[in-house]
């Protein structure tokens, strides 16, 4: 789970760069339900297991961010 971060640490690498400014940057609205079709198509053709991995998460720690940044002159 190494790989997952919050807003505010993808915000802060991104920002201590210095090559970008940050124009947006929050969670995603319902982003366990956005996930979960994939999920259940990545269970049956992949062999994933998102789908077990987001109905354990029953404190709603999982987020999706969205952001998005413009590069500096």
């Given at each position: 789970?190494?790989?997952?971060?919050?807003?505010?640490?993808?915000?802060?690498?991104?920002?201590?760069?210095?090559?970008?400014?940050?124009?947006?940057?929050?969670?995603?609205?319902?982003?366990?339900?956005i996930?979960?079709?994939?999920?259940?198509?990545?269970k049956?053709?992949?062999?994933?297991?998102?789908?077990?991995?987001?109905?354990?998460?029953?404190?709603?720690?999982?987020?999706?961010?969205v952001?998005?940044?413009?590069?500096?002159?």
């Open positions: 789970m190494f790989s997952f971060h919050s807003k505010e640490w993808w915000r802060h690498l991104w920002e201590k760069t210095g090559i970008v400014e940050i124009t947006a940057c929050y969670d995603m609205e319902e982003s366990k339900e996930w979960q079709p994939w999920a259940k198509w990545a049956a053709n992949l062999g994933f297991n998102d789908v077990e991995f987001l109905e354990s998460d029953t404190n709603n720690d999982i987020a999706l961010i952001m998005s940044a413009i590069k500096r002159q």
